[in-house]
């Protein structure tokens, strides 16, 4: 007779076989990563340049990258997407505050042409006036939406406090839109794309003659090596609050600025930050959730950079239980300073870290991207198994030591809006 | 091509399982035939509350969470107005554990006041988050009663109201799983590097005693064919207009649905799409437009969105609509075109085949609409339809009379 009171026997995991991409260098000196065991048609290939928010305005950086595909002397941005489109390509363009990423999807068959057309648009971009301000409009009511979030205006304020004196706390505004120019965004370009090619990586079971073609189309950027990223990020904590009173709740973010990757304390404090709230069943979800209902949810998260990082809890809860929740937060962390997490819960932890770094290395694409997210740091893949030996042999006391040192209260930025 | 294979306990408990030798996880995907379509009208937003529920302890596992993270597992849920999908993602070697509180749950839940009580908590704070304190959060909450006046699509999964979540009582809940959760009334399908024997082994040791009950026949109120142009204004506090058209359409499994999607696609998917081209790009008149249709399995909606241009009036938009709509209507569309739209379709049905978690939900939901190899199928359906299916269908469709409107002002220009 089953007994379905006893759990079944698990197995411990102590090793991922990582797949290591195979790398070929342009004539430019910037390198394409390649995956090509993916057991089907589709492809995906990104290219990332030096064209994040950085180097100039945050808006000029986004608006520059979102009209990549603006039309050149010879082709209208119409007929760009219409070439495309007819391949069954897709694109996708993101600016984050470090680099810019053009990827394209499409499959194995019409891929190279794809590429091709892109390359071409990219390259060529003319900056239509009619294109520039119809993307401004664009731009504009989406930014206006998000400053009626209470989340948006607290992630906001966090972030231009945390970091005041580089450009990291640089945010757009909706009057940055009116005084951006054409002559900036043309400028921007010629330098952090023309010859701001960092990298490309592709995903697709493509042919040797497919890859020589890409690397053919791709030796028309080049590379220069301009980011720059070593900046004043002198951090002193402060208290904020926005008013805002038409709305039902509140949003809460706390955090500081903290380290990437790099930083030796850094695969440690990812289990520290599990166990407080980075997954489901983490102590602040427990708290303020499941025992309290103040709120769908609340979590934890280290946010990394080139050189350095931020530490950040966020929630939205209902306006009553917005001091009753940051009481319940501090309560938490105070906990985790004073005494050891239990073996079960710890182990728990543990197994759950494990298993999302498995699945987060699940399928050629995130195979990938855990290579991407290494490689950029200037890591190699045994930063995983490394990672996971951490995992396995980390104690309590350790991780109460870490939270007195890295998470003391009065160390922390507190933002609520709303 | 995705292979699978399937079979059935005497329970009724329908499996599918498909290998998948490139990942070193396992997806157990439980997909019961229940969704928001199924509440009573006084309790709405029940199928939801009742997902939530389901994680806070089965009849011998008090904790749902805790044994998967241990086995280094995750896990989500969601809800629709057609069906309630759990699914879990572990280790391979671990996929027992997954089985054993997977089946417990079907078996029985714990049932206690304490849960229900947060979970009420929870759920109307995210009703609050993600319905009212949104721009434009309340759109659907406005929109489907509209455009449904007897099918229970009017409301939506979230519910009516959040009185519905806060008078649910503990029978209600009990009722709601006796008459739903059970092997009859589910599909698991399991995809990752294991065998076929060994699988079919697992769930028959863990479901194979869980008693059978008789499926409940849907029986749910037929739409009556609309046969008048809808309209509703509401002000809001949001920074511009938008209006939306609701278009009634076949459902899902229907014969003309791919050429909906298609007309869909034609009209608004991407930059080159007719609206946003005649719109957006050509008049000047919206800063955003796009079109889509729902995919519900009962009658669906093609909805076209537009966010108007600050200096644009309804009355142009309106107009402008209607002309790019008459014009599909009036002339067949270039083969071009049409081949255009469906190699696009081709390349993001490829790219949603990726990865076992989505194969499997795919597999689930297909199989809950009659036949799971409609995942290698489907797009033969696509590639069938002719310039006049798209002519005949837009010209049934797309017209004032099927049509429900509602207009979102903003506070500001109101």
């Known amino acids: ?418 | 091509m995705v292979e699978f294979e399937r079979f059935t306990l005497d329970n009724g408990l329908r499996v599918i399982f498909h290998k998948d030798t490139t990942t070193p996880m396992v997806v157990v995907n439980t997909l019961y035939d229940v969704g928001a379509r199924d509440e009573n009208p006084d309790r709405t937003g029940f199928a939801h509350l009742f997902e939530h529920l389901m994680f806070g302890g089965s009849v011998n596992i008090p904790n749902f969470d805790r044994p998967l993270e241990l086995a280094g597992g995750n896990n989500n849920a969601f809800t629709t107005n057609d069906l309630t999908n759990y699914y879990d993602i572990l280790p391979a070697q671990n996929i027992e554990t997954a089985l054993w509180l997977e089946s417990d749950r079907m078996l029985s839940l714990a049932f206690t006041e304490k849960s229900l009580k947060i979970q009420k908590n929870v759920v109307i704070e995210e009703f609050k988050q993600n319905y009212l304190n949104q721009p434009y959060g309340d759109l659907w909450l406005e929109l489907s009663p509209l455009a449904y006046q007897k099918h229970p699509y009017q409301w939506t999964t979230i519910g009516k109201s959040i009185d519905h979540i806060k008078n649910s009582t503990m029978e209600e809940v009990k009722s709601f799983f006796n008459k739903y959760y059970h092997p009859g009334n589910a599909i698991i399908t399991i995809a990752g590097n294991l065998e076929f024997e060994n699988v079919k082994m697992l769930v028959n040791k863990w479901y194979a005693d869980i008693p059978g009950k008789e499926k409940i026949i849907r029986k749910l109120p037929k739409e009556p064919q609309q046969n008048e142009f809808r309209t509703k204004t509401i002000v809001r506090d949001v920074p511009s207009d938008m209006y939306i058209y609701a278009f009634k359409m076949p459902g899902k499994a229907e014969k003309d649905f791919p050429a909906v999607d298609l007309i869909s696609d034609v009209l608004g998917h991407g930059k080159t799409s007719r609206l946003n081209r005649h719109l957006r790009k050509n008049l000047e008149l919206a800063s955003d437009i796009e079109s889509y249709v729902t995919g519900t399995l009962d009658t669906g909606l093609l909805i076209i969105m537009v966010q108007p241009d600050e200096a644009a009036t309804l009355e142009e938009i309106d107009m402008e609509i209607w002309t790019v709509l008459e014009k599909l209507k009036a002339s067949s569309i270039y083969e071009d075109e049409l081949n255009k739209i469906v190699n696009k379709v081709k390349t993001s049905k490829a790219f949603e085949e990726q990865g076992i978690l989505n194969k499997s939900i795919i597999l689930s939901m297909f199989e809950l609409m009659g036949d799971a190899n409609l995942i290698n199928t489907e797009i033969k359906e696509y590639e069938k339809v002719t310039p006049d299916d798209i002519q005949r269908v837009a010209r049934r469709i797309l017209n004032p009379k099927n049509c429900s409107r509602l207009i979102i002002q903003s506070k500001d220009h109101a």
């Open chain 1, 1 to 418: 007779m089953l007994n379905r009171k006893i759990a079944p026997k698990t197995q411990i995991i102590t090793e991922i076989p990582f797949k290591k991409p195979e790398v070929i260098s342009l004539k430019n000196g910037a390198k394409i990563y390649c995956i090509r065991e993916t057991y089907n048609r589709t492809v995906r290939i990104d290219f990332v340049f030096d064209a994040g928010s950085l180097e100039s305005s945050r808006v000029v950086a986004v608006l520059c990258g979102d009209l990549l595909l603006s039309g050149t002397d010879k082709k209208t941005s119409d007929e760009i997407e219409e070439a495309i489109d007819r391949l069954g390509g897709y694109l996708e363009v993101g600016t984050t505050t470090e680099h810019s990423r053009v990827s394209v999807f499409g499959l194995k068959e019409h891929i190279v042409k794809i590429v091709e057309i892109l390359i071409d648009a990219i390259v060529n971009v003319t900056f239509d006036p009619k294109e520039i301000k119809q993307l401004i409009q664009e731009k504009r009511n989406k930014l206006e939406i998000d400053l009626k979030k209470v989340n948006v205006l607290a992630k906001r304020a966090f972030l231009s406090h945390v970091f005041q004196h580089s450009p990291y706390g640089k945010l757009s505004t909706l009057t940055d839109f009116k005084s951006t120019k054409k002559e900036d965004i043309i400028q921007f370009h010629k330098k952090n794309y023309l010859t701001g090619l960092k990298y490309l990586s592709i995903v697709g079971d493509l042919e040797d003659d497919q890859i020589d073609e890409i690397h053919e189309l791709a030796s028309q950027f080049d590379k220069n090596g301009i980011l720059k990223v070593n900046y004043n990020y002198n951090y002193t904590p402060v208290r904020i609050h926005i008013p805002k009173s038409e709305n039902l709740q509140s949003a809460i973010r706390i955090g500081k600025l903290l380290f990437n990757k790099k930083h030796p304390d850094f695969k440690k404090f990812l289990v520290l930050n599990t166990i407080l709230g980075g997954y489901f069943g983490s102590r602040l979800m427990t708290s303020i959730r499941e025992e309290k209902g103040y709120t769908y949810g609340i979590g934890s998260s280290v946010v990394q950079y080139l050189e350095t990082g931020y530490f950040y809890i966020s929630t939205e809860v209902a306006k009553e239980f917005k001091a009753l929740t940051i009481k319940a937060i501090r309560e938490e962390i105070e906990l985790l300073q004073a005494e050891e997490v239990s073996t079960e819960e710890l182990d728990l932890v543990r197994n759950y870290l494990i298993g999302e770094v498995l699945e987060q290395s699940d399928g050629a694409q995130a195979m990938m991207d855990r290579f991407i997210s290494v490689n950029t740091f200037g890591l190699d893949l045994s930063y995983y198994n490394d990672l996971i030996h951490t995992i396995n042999t980390i104690t309590a006391k350790e991780i109460k030591n870490l939270a007195k040192q890295y998470l003391n209260w009065e160390s922390m930025t507190v933002v609520t809006a709303g």
